[in-house]
């Protein structure tokens, strides 16, 4: 069983990345999804390197033209990724114009051939992430997508088990109005048992997702918004999926610390805030979760740019002694 963290648009750069990697070692961890224009055309550095890197951590793309993903394989594989995820199932009215993300399930062809150019160009691996089905799409239509996809090459999908409505939802009403169909996935995956099958959609604690793909007979499942509001519920997955006896949650207290670590290193003039509003569900549920979030956000000065974070969670740690000790 794996577990993966969602590709977030805004939300999963790399400051956000490695927050998570703090809290858990073994997540499979995203980049948001970032267009093959962007890369080709773009400030390709900013884009592809990080100030962490693993090689368990996965680049999102989204792209339909055959070509032009063959030229961003042979780029991303130089900056140390080893697998390439194509967004087939954002629903958004921006990406739909652009023709890739989950329109796309349409056309399996096209991206069988994106796939093909990936492989051809690269020695990446080529997973997909997408609906159970975009709109009046038939669950034959669903079958047909993962069988030319996977002749071309892929052998991971990760299915949100939703369709997404290509007209009239947005993209948070496409998380939450059309109904979850895991059945569907478990049936994916009984006809398809060579290939891995990831469960994605309406995950909300590490418990579910495992009873999930237990029950499902999946191979993993994929947390999104969950993860990124209470973000220390990933301390506790390397032990609760992977069964890592050294994987021990870590206080909260000592992953604001590295983070402020990381700041000092990372960070220049006033632009903290790139790094903190990852980090802002950290005490979520906690008594003064609210108060240390204020410090963290006050426009107070500090010698090192992380010592603002440290005198925040210094402070609330003693409060909420004080509290327990009442």
Not at 42 to 65: A, E, R
Not at 70 to 80: D, F, L, Q, R, T
Request: proline share 3%; aromatic share 10%; with cysteine.
């Amino acid at each position: 069983m794996t577990f993966s963290i969602a590709p977030m648009m805004k939300w999963t750069d790399q400051h956000c990345r490695y927050f998570h990697r703090i809290l858990t070692k073994k997540a499979i961890l995203f980049t948001e999804m970032i267009s093959v224009d962007a890369i080709l055309y773009g400030p390709q550095h900013k884009l592809l390197s990080s100030n962490y890197f693993d090689n368990s951590t996965i680049i999102q793309v989204g792209g339909n033209d055959p070509k032009k993903l063959g030229k961003v394989a042979k780029i991303v594989e130089k900056y140390g990724y080893t697998e390439i995820n194509l967004n087939i199932g954002c629903p958004s009215n921006r990406v739909k114009l652009g023709n890739f993300g989950a329109c796309l399930m349409a056309s399996p062809q096209i991206v069988s051939d994106c796939v093909k150019s990936i492989k051809n160009n690269s020695n990446l691996k080529v997973s997909i992430k997408c609906r159970i089905g975009i709109d009046n799409m038939s669950s034959l239509d669903l079958d047909r997508f993962v069988s030319i996809t996977s002749t071309a090459g892929v052998k991971k999908f990760i299915i949100h088990a939703r369709k997404a409505i290509l007209g009239g939802l947005s993209p948070k009403q496409n998380r939450e109005i059309p109904p979850l169909d895991y059945q569907r996935v478990e049936k994916l995956k009984k006809e398809n048992n060579d290939l891995i099958i990831i469960l994605n959609g309406g995950i909300v604690s590490l418990e579910a997702g495992i009873q999930h793909t237990r029950d499902l007979n999946l191979d993993g499942f994929m947390m999104g918004r969950e993860a990124y509001k209470n973000p220390y519920i990933l301390s506790f997955a390397d032990k609760l999926i992977y069964g890592d006896s050294n994987g021990e949650n870590i206080s909260r207290r000592t992953v604001a610390f590295k983070v402020a670590d990381y700041i000092d290193q990372f960070l220049f003039d006033n632009n903290d805030h790139l790094i903190t509003r990852h980090i802002l569900g950290l005490y979520n549920n906690m008594y003064f979760s609210r108060e240390w979030r204020n410090n963290i956000l006050d426009k107070s000065f500090f010698k090192l740019k992380g010592d603002k974070l440290r005198f925040a969670t210094d402070k609330i740690e003693k409060m909420i002694s004080l509290r327990q000790a009442a």
